[in-house]
Each structure stands twice: as structure tokens, then as C-alpha cells.
């Protein structure tokens, strides 16, 4: 068995390299750029109008709903529960820790581009779903089977295997370590890892075993919670650092452009680790061009297409643009990108660390600890639903395998909190970068039905702008 699982962990570590390797960062960066030339780069040229019927239409009206099917802020709500997570806390520390200051130039680099690419997998997804029993359901596996024809519907059943074995590991086993850590630490350690992954998995069984409209409704509150609490830090770390802030912005420009060599290394090496750094740590991120997100956004009330794709937009800003941007500024002013990470437990005791050493006592420490709860809380509840409907997808939709699926999600909560899957994870994280390639090969055959429908939307008389 010892030698099995050795094999096992050799082949997963060379797929590893591969799904978040130098040629599937430069597709998904190349996706983006070619998306964001055919549709006229509306994440430029559109942002007001955008930002203006995203977040500015929050209150209105149409984000009222008693139906079967979410709302517009519900579907994103969802979608970014799974989007923002550890990743923009623990993920970006080590980018810097790794590539220096610099990636955090190049994780805003694959956030540009992402905006668009993100914006037109929704687009997809919304244009290919179906209605069963009254209940929208969509995502890349749908988009690819209607939109290029039954001959691809291979490629639909590898995306959706992908992306359902990946709901266990990323979505569920990641986030609960993280959330039992956290318990155990605020609680000094009152609450173990195996109560606390009990705690977890009731609140978890609540949330998924109410379907959909539960999961929407849940995230609706508790994204806006989560990320209003993470940024008030960061605003407060900025105002305490304000004097230093210019130069912390010209540390990241100029380690981005760093021709030095690094550990003996050839010249130029280190521009290139920071550029890896910061596109594998932003996708991994806002998760543009992964195919998650999209599978949220279908679940949405909205009709038109290219209406609730600009959430993406939003989504990707907002995720990468600004939380990612607030943990790289904190550990750039706090001045740790200088000191070995070898000498912290993990990223997110360093993160916690950066934020400790500007705010006054431990409280930076405490706010670490509450939003990598909520955050991993957040994910889970989202690739849940992830899940569902990929395992819904392969099975047409069997209500005893869908029931099946929720409580073996819930149980492997457990799982993750006692530290028990740390291989499902690594294995997991594979699979997650590997979900992408099918979902990008249908990103750019029909790149056509994007530009049409932005067309149509955007730059025709049908709305006024």
C-alpha cells in the first residue's frame, strides 16, 4: 500500500506540473487576451456600465425573488464564496514569499485579462443551460455538450469529472483544515481538530441539504460580511502605513521588472518566477478560465446572457484587484517579504504575522483567523453546489445520487479537519488546474457566441446606456 500511494503521489506531482505549469499559465493568460481583443475589451471600455449594474443595482428590484432559481447577487454571492477563500490570504503570501514583491504585479496582469475571460465562460454558460423542473442548471459541461455538438460530449464528461472529485479535495478538504485550525486557535485550543470538523460538517449539512436557494441565500449575507470585515483591516493597515504606501507600490513595480539573478541562477530569472507566481497565484485566485464559477452563475434568474456575465467582471476585480491586493500590501509594508517563510508554521501564520506587526496587539492575528473561517466556510458551501451539479450532469440528474453526494460531502468536513485527506488535497489541486483545459478549448471555439452576444448587448440600441 506504502508503495502504491509513493507511485501515486509521484504521477500527481508530474501532472502537478503540468496543469499549473509554464504552458497551461500561458493558455489561460493567451485566452484571456484573445477574449478581451474580440470583445473589444469591455472591462476597460464598459467598467462604468458595469460597475454601475452590478454593484450599483443591488437594491433594486430585480434582486428580489420567491421562485426556485437565485437571484443575480445570489448566483454571485455563490460563485465568489468559491472564489474568494484561503487562497487570497495564504495564496498570495506565498506568492511573494516565492516570487518576491513582483508577483503581485503580474497576479493584477492575469486579473485584467481574467475580468474578460471570466465574463464570457458566465456568457456561455447562461446561453447553454437548461431548465429542469423548473430550476436553471448550466456550467462548461452544458456549454460544450449545446454548444459544440453531442460529438463533444466527452470533453463535457471529463470537465465535469474533474470538477466533481475536485469539490471533495479544493472545495471541502482545504478549506476544512483551515477552518479547524482556526477554531483550535481561537479557542486556545479548547476546540479540537476533530470537534471543531463536527461543528463544520452540522453547519455545512444545514446549508447544503437545503438545496441551491439555502446555499444562495446563506452566501448572499454572509460574502458581503466576510469581505467588508477583510477590507475595513486592510483600510486600517493602509491609514497606520499611509507615509509608506508609494513605496510600497514601487517595490512591487520595480521587483516586477527584476532582471537580477536569483540563487545563482541565470539573469532575468527572477522576473520570470514572479511572473509565474503571480499568474498561477491569480487564477488559482479569482479562478477565471477554471470553469467553477460559471456553474453558479446558470443557477441565476437573469435572462439575458451578457447581463449576468458582467458579475464576473465584478467578481474578478473585486477578488484579485482589491482582498488580494490588501494581504500583498500588508505583508510588502510589514516588511516579512524580506525573511525566510521556512521560519513561519505555514502562509497563513506569516500572513498573520504581517498583519500583527502593523495592527495594534494581536488583533491583526485574530482578524486573520475569523476571515480564513468565514472564507473557507464560504468555499465549501459554494463547491458544493459545484459539485452537485457535475456529479448532477454525469448521473442525468438522479436525486438518490445527488443525495448520495451531500452526505458524503459533509461527512469528508471531517475528514479534512483531522488532517486526514492531505492527499485527496494535493490530488484535488491537480484536478482543479487540469478543469481548466476543457473549459478553455470551449472558451475559444466559440468565442464567436461571445462576441455576438456582447455585440448585440453592448454595442447595439437594445439598452440604453
Same mark, same amino acid.
Given at each position: 500500500m ?5 507511485i501515486?503521489t509521484l504521477?500527481?506531482?508530474?501532472l502537478?506540473?503540468?496543469a499549473?505549469g ?13 477574449l478581451?481583443?474580440?470583445?473589444r475589451c ?9 460597475m454601475?449594474n452590478t454593484?450599483g443595482?443591488l437594491?433594486?428590484?430585480?434582486n ?6 437565485l %437571484? ?6 455563490t ?7 484561503t487562497g487570497?490570504?495564504a ?5 511573494i &514569499? ?5 508577483a503581485v504585479f503580474?497576479m493584477?496582469?492575469?486579473?485584467f485579462?481574467g475580468m ?7 456568457? @456561455?454558460?447562461m ?5 429542469v423542473?423548473?430550476?436553471y ?5 452544458y456549454?460544450?455538450?449545446?454548444g459544440?455538438?453531442?460529438?463533444w460530449k466527452?470533453?463535457?464528461v471529463?470537465f465535469?469529472?474533474?470538477?466533481g472529485?475536485?469539490?471533495?479535495g479544493i ?8 477552518i479547524?485550525?482556526a477554531?483550535s486557535?481561537?479557542s486556545g485550543g479548547h476546540?479540537? @481538530?476533530?470537534?471543531?470538523g463536527?461543528i463544520l460538517?452540522?453547519?455545512?449539512? !444545514?446549508?447544503v ?5 439555502r446555499?444562495g441565500?446563506v452566501?448572499s449575507y454572509?460574502?458581503p460580511?466576510?469581505?467588508? !470585515?477583510y477590507v ?5 493597515v493602509?491609514?497606520?502605513k499611509?507615509?509608506e504606501v508609494p ?9 516586477? &521588472?527584476s532582471f537580477e539573478a536569483?540563487?545563482?541562477g541565470?539573469?532575468g530569472y527572477?522576473?520570470? +518566477?514572479?511572473?509565474?507566481?503571480g499568474?498561477?497565484?491569480g487564477?488559482f485566485?479569482?479562478?477565471a478560465g477554471?470553469?467553477s464559477a ?6 441565476s434568474?437573469t435572462e ?6 458582467m ?7 473585486? /477578488?484579485?484587484i482589491?482582498?488580494?491586493?490588501? %494581504?500583498?500590501?500588508?505583508v510588502v509594508?510589514s ?5 525566510d517563510?521556512?521560519g513561519y508554521a505555514?502562509k497563513g501564520?506569516?500572513a498573520?504575522a504581517a498583519?500583527?506587526?502593523i495592527?495594534?496587539g ?6 486573520i483567523q475569523?476571515?480564513l473561517i468565514f &472564507?473557507?466556510?464560504?468555499t ?5 453546489y459545484?459539485?452537485?451539479?457535475c456529479?448532477g450532469y454525469?448521473?442525468?440528474n438522479?436525486?438518490? !445520487?445527488?443525495?448520495?453526494y451531500?452526505v458524503? &460531502?459533509?461527512?469528508i468536513?471531517? +475528514?479534512?479537519?483531522?488532517g486526514?485527506g492531505?492527499?485527496?488535497w494535493?490530488i484535488s489541486?491537480t484536478l482543479?488546474?487540469l478543469m481548466?483545459?476543457?473549459?478553455l478549448?470551449?472558451l475559444?471555439?466559440l468565442?464567436?457566441v ?6 448585440d448587448? !453592448?454595442?447595439? /440600441?437594445?439598452?440604453?446606456k
Open positions: 506504502e508503495k502504491f500511494l509513493e501515486v504521477v500527481n506531482g508530474k502537478n506540473a503540468f499549473w509554464p504552458i497551461m499559465l500561458a493558455l489561460l493568460i493567451g485566452t484571456g487576451v484573445y478581451t481583443i474580440r470583445t469591455i472591462q476597460v471600455t464598459k467598467f462604468g456600465y458595469i454601475k454593484v443595482s437594491f433594486s428590484k430585480k428580489k425573488t420567491d421562485g426556485k432559481n %437571484t443575480a447577487f445570489q448566483a454571485v454571492s460563485a465568489m464564496a468559491g472564489t474568494v477563500g487570497n490570504i495564496g498570495v503570501t506565498g506568492a &514569499f516565492v516570487g518576491g514583491p513582483g503580474w493584477w496582469v492575469s486579473a485579462f474578460c475571460t471570466k465574463y464570457a465562460e458566465i456568457t @456561455l454558460s446561453k447553454y443551460r437548461e431548465k423542473d423548473g430550476v442548471k448550466g456550467g462548461p459541461m456549454a460544450i455538450e449545446k459544440l455538438g453531442k460529438n466527452w470533453l463535457a471529463i465535469a469529472i474533474l470538477g472529485l475536485t469539490s471533495f472545495g471541502n478538504i482545504a478549506q476544512s483544515s483551515e479547524a485550525g477554531l486557535s481561537l476546540i479540537s @481538530l476533530l470537534a471543531g463536527v460538517a452540522i453547519v455545512v449539512a !444545514f446549508v441539504l437545503g438545496g441551491v436557494k446555499v441565500q452566501t454572509m460574502v460580511f466576510m469581505s467588508i !470585515f475595513l483591516a486592510g483600510i486600517a493602509v491609514v497606520l499611509i507615509t513605496a510600497a507600490f514601487v517595490t512591487i513595480f520595480k521587483s516586477a &521588472f536569483v540563487g545563482g541565470v539573469m527572477a522576473i520570470m +518566477v514572479a511572473m509565474r507566481q499568474f498561477a497565484r487564477v485566485s479569482n479562478e477554471m470553469g460559471p456553474i453558479a452563475h446558470a443557477a434568474e439575458e446572457p451578457a447581463e449576468q456575465a458579475w464576473g467582471v465584478f467578481e474578478v476585480f473585486f /477578488d484579485t482589491v482582498i488580494c491586493t490588501i %494581504t500583498a500590501l500588508t509594508l516588511g516579512l517579504h524580506t525573511t517563510l521556512s505555514s501564520a506569516a498573520v498583519f500583527n506587526s495592527l495594534p494581536t488583533i491583526g492575528g485574530t482578524i475569523i476571515s &472564507f473557507a466556510l464560504s465549501i458551501l459554494s463547491w458544493s459545484y459539485g452537485e451539479r456529479w454525469l448521473t442525468n438522479n436525486k438518490v !445520487f445527488d443525495l448520495c451531500k458524503i &460531502f459533509v461527512l468536513c471531517v +475528514v479534512g479537519a483531522t486526514s492531505t492527499l485527496m494535493d489541486d482543479n488546474g481548466a483545459l476543457p473549459n478549448v470551449s475559444l471555439l468565442s464567436g461571445v462576441t455576438k452576444i456582447t455585440k448587448y !453592448f454595442y447595439s /440600441d437594445k439598452i440604453k
